[in-house]
């Protein structure tokens, strides 16, 4: 690395790790552009909720909106006045908005993956930016705590509890690999044919590469599941912290801290509360309290075979991940340079001292 390269790299770390100072600037800013953009939509008529065939309700722009004027005032007074304990409650609830909003993201993010193209652009967009506006909130409510440290703790396995939990997670998904390689053979399970699930992917405008794995007999998403699965692991063991030696030239180096956990992040805030509320609503229909349509399936009972094999699978993976990912979280955070909590006050309380 050039001398030039290293300075650029010590001014870039020195500016980052200033982020308690800059980050409610940041946060503003976003809350500004993301109000704009509702306001946007809404006044073109932009649906930003899509219902299947046809267009979702262009009154949600409104909300954005709403969302990000809060967020604005919220990160202002933050500015001006500092962390207070009224400011810090509203940053987590507009956070909280914002991470509904940002709901199945992941699905887009693996439609874009397998090569097909999002249902609505203004949706997926929207749904970018209230995530990370959510990370801009959440960092923002916690700017006031102890800055990074240098110090990395050394490589560790997680606490049993959470190797429990990645063992829950990991066999939760085994009924639904299976199923959908039953299909992906042309085998038959819950009255529906493997030739029909192909037939129906195509009917749903599944891309090419969906379709040949399909073909070869390899169900994309239960590929994706074995990926999920290595990905929990990564967060459980001590290869998730430095690459083992089966990764060749990168064996012994350092896993950066946010290349596990922001997929781990992001798969826990969406497959989470849609397991959740599915197996919920599943039950329900179990119950016979609400109608469970059978879709492309031959009857409601079939449907209602295969939903619970995902939402079961969905749910316990994502509870999974988000134990895993917090234990991640805390076994790799550096090491705090110092016991007294710096507190993000105001210009008037800095110019005071």
Not at 89 to 95: A, N, Q, R, Y
Not at 249 to 277: D, I, K, M
Not at 333 to 351: D, K, L, T, V, Y
Request: net charge positive; aromatic share 10%; proline share 5%.
């Amino acid at each position: 690395m050039t001398s030039v390269g290293r300075t650029m790299k010590a001014l870039w770390s020195a500016w980052w790790q200033r982020w308690p100072g800059w980050v409610a600037r940041a946060t503003m800013l976003w809350a500004v552009l993301y109000a704009g953009f509702g306001l946007a939509c809404a006044l073109s008529g932009t649906p930003l909720l899509y219902h299947g065939g046809g267009s979702g309700a262009s009154g949600l722009g409104w909300a954005v909106v709403a969302v990000g004027a809060l967020g604005t005032l919220v990160s202002g007074a933050v500015v001006l006045f500092g962390l207070l304990t009224p400011i810090r409650v509203l940053l987590w609830v507009v956070c909280g908005l914002a991470g509904i909003t940002a709901f199945s993201l992941l699905m887009d993010v693996i439609t874009l993956m397998l090569g097909q193209g999002v249902d609505s652009q203004a949706s997926a967009v929207n749904k970018v930016l209230a995530a990370v506006g959510a990370v801009l909130l959440a960092a923002t409510a916690r700017s006031d705590r102890l800055p990074a440290g240098t110090a990395l703790q050394a490589p560790s396995t997680a606490p049993k509890h959470v190797q429990l939990a990645a063992w829950a997670g990991t066999l939760a998904f085994v009924p639904y690999a299976a199923m959908k390689l039953v299909w992906a053979s042309g085998g038959t399970f819950a009255g529906i044919t493997g030739e029909e699930t192909l037939a129906v992917s195509e009917r749903n405008g599944a891309s090419a590469i969906f379709l040949t794995l399909e073909s070869w007999g390899l169900d994309p998403t239960a590929l994706l599941a074995v990926l999920g699965v290595f990905l929990l692991w990564g967060l459980v063991r001590p290869w998730g912290q430095v690459f083992p030696r089966w990764t060749l030239f990168l064996r012994g180096r350092r896993v950066p801290r946010s290349l596990p956990l922001a997929p781990a992040l992001l798969g826990a805030a969406t497959l989470a509360p849609y397991g959740v509320v599915g197996v919920g609503y599943l039950a329900l229909a179990t119950a016979g309290v609400v109608t469970m349509r059978s879709g492309d399936f031959h009857s409601s009972g079939d449907a209602l075979l295969v939903g619970w094999i995902g939402m079961v699978a969905f749910a316990v993976y994502g509870i999974a991940l988000t134990i895993a990912a917090r234990s991640y979280w805390l076994r790799t955070r550096p090491a705090s340079p110092g016991p007294h909590p710096r507190r993000c006050g105001s210009p008037f309380e800095q110019a005071a001292e």
